[in-house]
């Protein structure tokens, strides 16, 4: 199961709609305990990607992050990003790009005025749904 903040929703959605119709991106920094997952803080990162229906977090802003986070009980658990299509399925691309397993990736998926979140886990080359629980 993961945790996810009503603030951390919310800047989520914030995001997804002002990179719209491009895809937004960020690391996911949080905790794990056993198959749980908590977020902490979301970091919106540069989308280097030239397609609009694509991502590429900057691998700068990447190993920053990881720096910061040394020697805390803190890590990077996972990305965002966001689908301008309305779908919170990962894409063929998300599929592609998987590799670490237990990484965490959340979808916000832009449907005209509605914005769904999903949560997967990366799990022995493919997708695993991760339940979502919302915390005020």
Not at 69 to 94: E, F, K, M, Q, V
Not at 99 to 124: P, T, Y
Request: glycine share 8%; charged share 30%.
């Amino acid at each position: 199961m993961l945790t996810l903040r009503v603030d951390h929703r919310a800047q989520l959605e914030r995001e997804a709609r002002a990179a719209f119709p491009k895809e937004c991106c960020g690391l996911i920094e949080g905790r794990r305990d056993g198959r749980d997952l908590e977020i902490l803080a979301v970091h919106p990162c540069r989308n280097l990607a030239r397609g609009a229906d694509e991502f590429e977090i900057d691998p700068a802003e990447h190993f920053r992050l990881m720096r910061a986070l040394r020697g805390t009980a803190r890590r990077i658990i996972g990305c965002y990003h966001s689908h301008p299509n309305g779908r919170t399925a990962p894409s063929s691309r998300d599929v592609a790009a998987g590799s670490e397993d237990g990484f965490l990736w959340l979808i916000v998926a832009i449907d005209d005025d509605k914005v769904s979140v999903s949560a997967q886990r990366w799990k022995m080359g493919h997708f695993v749904p991760v339940l979502i629980s919302d915390l005020e």
